[in-house]
């Protein structure tokens, strides 16, 4: 079955920390991996995402994101979180054989002052 | 703008009311989805659909309907609402191409009593 699994429920930092945010999933085929954030009251914003190449990718708001293929991760990270940073982040996978997205449960992350 | 609508953003009915969620896009995607969103389950897709009149079942599409007669449109129909279905929808739209992300709408929360 494919499935995208987030560990960790909430994740707590102090700002100006380095913060990683779990991902790793179980996809058949070759994967296409995204990172989503949601604010309260907010619809999804697509952070960034993996097709091919690199396997560190660099996206918005000063995330990044590594791939690991021998560990099927695609962890989030942050070098130094900022308290705006705090919201809800869900890692996604595209399956290509199944021709659709599978969400993990998300995870909340709190950035303290 | 590119953006994803849906209305109504919050919404209040009993138990056997018909009701209609709508979505639209300005993007001029093909494919467009469905998904709801409940605590630790992550985003569950419903139905999606690849193009005008092409529609197919997603992860948990019972006691839900859509239709596609426009591009734009997607409409989410809850012919018999139940409890069980209170939750928060998002509709989504992305275009063709694989490496292409999806957009989110704001999201609707819907209360079945």
């Known amino acids: 079955a494919q499935s995208v699994a987030q560990p960790e429920d909430q994740v707590n930092v102090a700002e100006g920390n380095p913060l990683t945010v779990k991902c790793t999933y179980s996809?058949?085929?070759?994967?296409?991996l995204f990172w989503y954030v949601q604010y309260p009251n907010r619809g999804l914003q697509f952070l960034l995402k993996y097709i091919t190449g690199d396997n560190l990718v660099k996206g918005s708001y000063g995330f990044e994101a590594e791939f690991n293929k021998s560990q099927t991760s695609f962890h989030l990270k942050k070098p130094s979180a900022l308290v705006s940073d705090s919201a809800l982040y869900f890692c996604a996978v595209y399956s290509y054989n199944f021709n659709k997205f599978y969400f993990g449960s998300g995870t909340k992350l709190n950035v303290k002052p | 703008e590119a953006q994803v609508t849906q209305n109504p953003r919050y919404l209040i009915t009993v138990t056997g009311k018909k009701l209609t969620v709508t979505c639209s896009q300005n993007m001029n995607h093909e494919y467009m989805s469905w998904y709801r969103q409940d605590p630790g389950l992550g985003l569950r897709q419903i139905y999606y659909?690849?193009?005008?009149?092409?529609?197919d079942k997603g992860d948990v599409p019972e006691g839900y309907k859509v239709s596609r007669k426009e591009k734009r449109n997607f409409p989410l129909i809850l012919e018999s609402p139940s409890p069980n279905q209170t939750s928060l929808y998002f509709c989504?739209?992305?275009?063709?191409?694989?490496?292409?992300?999806?957009?989110f709408g704001p999201g609707t929360r819907l209360l079945v009593l």
């Open positions: 989504a739209s992305r275009s063709g191409g694989l490496q292409e992300t999806q957009y």
């Open positions: 659909s690849m193009n005008v009149e092409v529609t």
């Open positions: 996809v058949s085929g070759n994967p296409y």
